[in-house]
């Protein structure tokens, strides 16, 4: 009788214990997906604000509602078809974060590739305004010019500041969004050369001839610094592509060996290690090889 009371006693703490273990799993999981609606919310709303104010930038008009939806068509389905292809975990997450960072990555590049354009283009824009107010024509007609005979990007950029004058924006206010849109030391001396004149007065024309030839010496001092570091340029990406070279042919060679870095978590674990050094290693060749003017 007692043997009985206890069997009793004990399924039923059994199944009381496995009833609060199943009541507080579906609390959790019912915080953890009000909380995940919560991010994806935040998250949808930061992406789209951010991507369409970045894009809009540089001139890339898109749906960022469509942006967000191939973003996140990318950030489940690329480590999904990884760990089909691996069966790792480890490889899974590298690519999970690879991806993530991917749209960021891409981003500064296409803005630094923009930006470098505009740099080579404005000693032409600026000896272009500074003929126009040499001949008798006003500023507004000398931006006007380098709109119509300038090419992209830097005629988008004049197109934008012409066009937020017409509509009564004020000039400090354009200049000023312009500033914002293309932080180049070299554009600033440019902006800061139409401030003063306007506030001051002056020749501007013969200030932005000159500024326009100061600007194509250091051009042309910044492409002899270039065909000099070259060499070391390249040291450094031989240098990187040489380790995964030799990996690629060890692979072809032993690759029943060399399969074991990819689906053990110690050769993951390598594979990470000599991902990071050889980062680091073309990081530091290239801040050596890398000299501002």
Partial sequence: M?????????????WLVLATFFVCCAIAAWIASKKGEVFWGEYQSVFMETSSANLGDMFLFVDTKQLF??????IITIP???????????????????????PFWLYRRMRK????????????????????????????MALD??????????????MLFTREQRIGLEFEKSLRNMERRIPNPDFLMFASAMKISREVGGDLGEVLNTL?????RKSAMEGKIESLTAQGKMQG?????????????LFLIEPDAMQK??????GWIFVSAIVVMEALGYFFISKVTTIDV
Avoid: C, H, W
């Fill in 145 to 158: 010019a380098v709109v119509k005979d300038q090419p992209a990007p830097i005629s988008q950029e004049f």
């Fill in 69 to 74: 939806v191939f973003n996140m068509i990318a």
């Fill in 113 to 140: 590739k923009r930006l470098s354009q505009i740099e080579k283009q404005l000693p032409d824009a600026l000896i272009m305004i500074s003929g126009t107010l040499a001949a008798g024509g006003s500023l507004a």
């Fill in 212 to 216: 326009a030839e100061t600007l194509r």
């Fill in 261 to 266: 870095m990819f689906t053990t978590n110690i």
């Fill in 2 to 14: 007692m043997e009985t009371l206890l069997n009793l006693g004990t399924e039923t703490l059994f």
């Fill in 237 to 249: 990406i031989v240098m990187t592509g040489l380790p995964l070279m030799v990996g690629g042919i």
């Fill in 80 to 102: 999904l078809l990884s760990y089909m292809m691996f069966g790792s975990l480890i490889s899974s997450a590298i690519i999970l974060v690879i991806v993530m960072f991917l």
